[in-house]
């Protein structure tokens, strides 16, 4: 980067300089394991240190985890990285800023008089809820929601996983009836607990941003308030439950500062939910663009600009960004699966299959092609473009022939196929199709997955060298508050360079006999968790 090109500081100083560098950490916490990262004002990695955690399956269909634990992991993963650090030369105070990016729609309830949480949190592919959903769509107003707050009615979102709580935990009605139920997704958790919590001179900090309230189903995604009508339909009294401040998810001041820590008194300056903050990391700034981020799940977000789309075809409407400061929100369509590099995982850890995730590639090419194996992995229904919540996982075309490497291949193709599904349905809603999918997160560093995502969408996969998006995205937000970087243009050499790209490869009448198998296999795995 020259010098023309380097970004300014608030005080009007160049954001690069050889004596003294900028610096931003990111929390990354996601659904298996927490990591801090710290980058350069040219968007590197240059200390990160990660850790995973206890996913918690008390029941089927139950997904919990510690929320206490979470907290523990992002303290101890912010010492590790800032040690590494400083080793590595580095000065902490050249650190301006750190941001914050987390899995969404996983639930945490405390109690607001003593920041103690009152149950584990309830992870975003839990299904316990499949009947409070059922009951709910029978709801009147029901069919209105969606047109409010851009989600369907489904287990995904927090509003169901509240209702559950509210019925089934003592403590947490309790607080509810006495009003002192604090609510929370994990990044209003964090922030809440890294700013000292209820110990905070001037009292805690209880915000987050769009891009995790428009999770919620209770925020209006035209307003980016809280809609009383939301509110309503899930028979929530506002007066009995305190609900996080939306804030832009750019901001200095609003989230606050470290508490204590290696890096106490660093402000807090962004918060971006998971999939939008992947959206940001591949500066996928400009309506059109597109990313998928192949992770625990997989999530596609499309960039549509600043008016909402509400879809005709089975996708989410949410916020893809809100940086404040004069600027509009920004809108995506979203297509979630809840299993992705789940499935490798379950290869490994049920099945035996392959040694280990990175060895899925290896198994999978020991056999040249899925030899009739379809698997829906559906192990928590099918999300979009489905919606189906009484589907499981199911392998069709199992014969004497079939080998691991079929399952193997069987278990890429179910993430890719139902990529490309979501990508129609995205050229649907928006009018044309897209020509490339940037993509990150742990399963697109298999060249093989990558290869068939391309061949079975028909359009080319941009990889790019650095795949740390997620947290990069956060770090983007918190360093466009604080001055690292002074707009979105000082931002379009960040991660710019070794990018891989796959071409399809596969002829248009394979691809559409294999598209056709797989909806087959998806229709006949509806219905096997309905009652007798």
């Not at 959903?133 to 489904?154: H, I, M, N, T, Y």
Request: glycine share 10%; hydrophobic share 40%; net charge negative.
């Amino acid at each position: 980067m020259t010098n023309a090109k380097r970004p300014w500081t608030a005080n009007g100083e160049p954001a690069i300089n050889e004596d003294r560098p900028v610096f931003v950490g990111s929390v990354d916490q996601g659904t298996t394991s927490t990591r801090f990262l710290i980058f350069n004002a040219a968007g590197e990695p240059v200390a990160s240190h990660q850790m995973s955690f206890d996913n918690k399956h008390p029941q089927s269909g139950w997904h919990e985890h510690d929320p206490v634990e979470l907290l523990q992991t992002v303290e101890t993963c912010i010492e590790k990285a800032t040690e590494q650090f400083r080793s590595k030369g580095y000065d902490t105070a050249n650190i301006r800023a750190v941001g914050l990016t987390n899995q969404r729609e996983t639930l945490v309830l405390w109690d607001k008089d003593t920041g103690e949480p009152l149950y584990n949190a309830v992870v975003w592919p839990d299904t316990r809820t499949s009947s409070i959903v059922r009951e709910l769509k029978a709801r009147d107003g029901a069919d209105k929601l969606q047109d409010l707050c851009g989600l369907p009615l489904s287990t995904y979102p927090s509003s169901v996983k509240l209702l559950w709580l509210l019925r089934n935990v003592e403590s947490v009605k309790n607080a509810y009836g006495e009003g002192r139920l604090a609510f929370g997704t994990i990044d209003t958790w964090l922030i809440y607990h890294l700013n000292g919590g209820n110990d905070r001179e001037s009292g805690p900090v209880h915000v987050t941003d769009p891009t995790n309230a428009s999770r919620t189903m209770f925020m209006n995604l035209r307003t980016l308030k809280y809609d009383d009508t939301l509110l309503s339909f899930f028979q929530i009294d506002r007066s009995k439950i305190s609900l996080p401040e939306i804030v832009p998810s750019s901001h200095p001041t609003a989230f606050g500062a470290l508490a204590r820590g290696p890096l106490k008194g660093i402000p807090i300056a962004g918060c971006l939910g998971d999939q939008s903050s992947a959206l940001v990391g591949q500066c996928g700034f400009n309506p059109g663009r597109a990313k998928n981020t192949y992770g625990t799940g997989c999530f596609l977000l499309y960039n549509v600009g600043t008016e909402p789309v509400i879809s005709k075809s089975g996708l989410l409407a949410t916020v893809a960004y809100d940086f404040g400061n004069g600027r509009k929100p920004v809108y995506a369509l979203e297509g979630s699966i809840a299993v992705a590099g789940s499935g490798v995982t379950f290869l490994l850890n049920n099945l035996g299959l392959i040694a280990s995730s990175q060895a899925i590639d290896e198994v999978a090419l020991s056999v040249p092609d899925n030899g009739g194996v379809y698997f829906v992995t559906a192990f928590s229904g099918l999300f979009a473009p489905y919606w189906i919540d009484d589907a499981k996982g199911t392998l069709f075309g199992i014969t004497a022939h079939t080998q691991k490497g079929h399952i193997a291949r069987a278990t890429l193709e179910a993430t890719c196929h139902q990529s490309a599904a979501i990508l129609d349905a995205m050229a649907a809603d928006s009018g044309h199709t897209l020509e490339s999918l940037a993509v990150d997160g742990g399963l697109s560093n298999s060249e093989l997955c990558m290869q068939t995502q391309a061949d079975l969408s028909g359009i080319r996969v941009d990889r790019p060298a650095m795949r740390e998006t997620t947290a990069l995205g956060a770090a983007i937000a918190a360093g466009l508050a604080t001055g690292v970087w002074a707009d979105l243009d000082d931002l379009k050499d960040v991660n710019a360079s070794g990018r891989t790209v796959f071409e399809p490869k596969l002829g248009k009448e394979e691809r559409a006999r294999m598209r056709r198998r797989w909806e087959r296999a998806v229709e006949m795995s509806r219905g096997w968790v309905r009652d007798d």
